[in-house]
């Protein structure tokens, strides 16, 4: 990266730059690993850098947050539609985004009344909440069958992550994951379609 006396180096990307270097922090010693001093060296910018641009730690690690649920959740909304779907974007989101994902889902580490990070995370919750509602049985379990599968794609890609399963080493985690959810969740979702044998009674997708 350019320092900011090279030529070429101006203000926009400057903050770019420190955001960079967090995110490579990140993916070398999680999120709290580092220091922003640590990170001005990275990105070769004066120490004082990115406590202009971001304040502190948390301001910065605020500003991954916001950026990695904009691009969350515009993941999710290009698979809405189909909750199968959702929750592979999900799974391939995390895995090819993972230093956005160890920020995103630790709100100790930001500012969660940050405008940037609450649009988009009530953005990629709208598309979940959505997918979740066509497995489930009645409208009054909207909200438990939304949490099952946030905490079956969540825990899935925690576990994948860890490497502790045993197709961590070289697996394909969008065709386990879209099997897994099939499975856990198939029996459940409604067909729309009236049945061949009864007339006006939903049939369960098994």
Known sequence: MRGIGQQGYHHGNLR?????????????????????????RRAGVSHAAPAHHFGDKQGLLTAVAAEGFAMFADAL??????????????????????????????????????????????????VLIAGAATLSPGPADDHLTAVAVWSLVHGFTS???SG????????DPEALARSMIRVVFGATRWDPR????VVGEPMIRR
């Open 159 to 161: 576990l994948w992550l």
């Open 194 to 197: 009236p049945s061949p044998r």
């Open 16 to 40: 770019r730059a420190v955001i960079d270097a967090a995110l490579q922090a990140i993916s070398e010693s999680g999120p709290a690993g580092w220091s922003l001093r640590e990170l001005a």
């Open 164 to 171: 502790v399963l045993p197709e961590s080493a070289d697996g």
């Open 77 to 126: 909304e290009r698979a809405a539609g189909d909750v199968w779907e959702i929750g592979v974007a999900y799974v391939r989101f995390a895995i090819g985004h993972r230093p956005y994902f160890e920020v995103m889902f630790r709100p100790e580490l930001y500012r969660g009344d940050d405008p940037g990070v609450r649009s988009g995370h009530e953005r990629a919750a709208g």
